[in-house]
């Protein structure tokens, strides 16, 4: 729909307020040439305005992505312990409606391939903090690349951090070990990892699915609701 902004401008700026977060706007120009006739057809300009900080409580299900989200920043990169500083836009996290023959989704879920040397991050929106005892919780399914049973090694890991500066850095929330991830299967498991000390903060929480060092020599899926 075309909605009049503001005419009788005489300036080369011009600004626009309570704009819509992560919503694609169009805007065009005419010249007011007196008489009231105005130029025909005008010059137009589009762009896409910043996603917005997200408040407590705070879900994401995925199943209204038709892709992922511009919101979420996709990245690969090494953990070291939740000290990382993935810069790498690339990322084997997908958006999935099923994946695989053993693992269960209901609507859509982030899944991802671990083996190999893959170090990959999913980063979710700016979220503000607003309580004391914060608590983060994720859905978590397991299975192995053609069986039902995960066969996760030593040098696999999933793990959940946090950072206070838009994602630049990170500090480690949890590391979700080989044997807790073999102790999962193809059903979801609700993981709880608590975030204390945040409180008034504007955090972005990331989940890591990789290597930690070296070569996995197996093949596994993972994937993460919720």
């Known amino acids: 729909d075309n909605t ?3 005419s009788n401008i005489n300036d080369t700026t011009y600004t626009i307020d309570n704009l819509s977060p992560n919503t694609l706007y169009t805007f065009g120009i005419e010249t007011d040439c007196g008489g009231g006739n105005l130029s025909v057809g005008y010059a137009s300009i589009s762009g896409r305005t910043a996603c917005g900080i997200e408040t407590m409580p705070w879900s994401e299900n995925f199943d209204t992505w038709t892709s992922k989200s511009d919101c979420w920043s996709f990245l690969s990169g090494a953990y070291n312990g939740g000290n990382g500083t993935p810069t790498e836009y690339s990322s084997a996290w997908t958006l999935s ?9 209901s609507g859509k879920a982030l899944t991802m391939n671990l ?14 903090i607003t309580n004391d005892d914060a608590m983060l919780s994720v859905d978590v399914a397991v299975s192995a690349w053609s069986s039902a049973t995960p066969n996760y ?6 793990a959940f951090a946090i950072s206070t500066d838009n994602g630049n850095t990170f500090t480690n929330l949890r590391v979700v070990n080989n044997t807790e991830l073999n102790a999962l299967n193809g059903e979801y498991t609700t993981l709880y990892i608590p975030v204390t000390g945040y409180n008034g903060q504007t955090v972005r929480f990331a989940i890591y699915g990789g290597s930690i060092s070296g070569t996995s020599p197996h093949d596994n ?3 993460i609701d919720n």
């Open 4 to 6: 009049l902004v503001a």
């Open 97 to 105: 409606s099923s994946y695989g023959t053993y693992i269960t989704i």
């Open 115 to 128: 083996y190999n040397t893959l170090k990959y991050w999913a980063v979710t929106p700016p979220i503000e």
């Open 153 to 158: 090694d030593d040098n696999d890991t999933l």
């Open 221 to 223: 899926r993972i994937a």
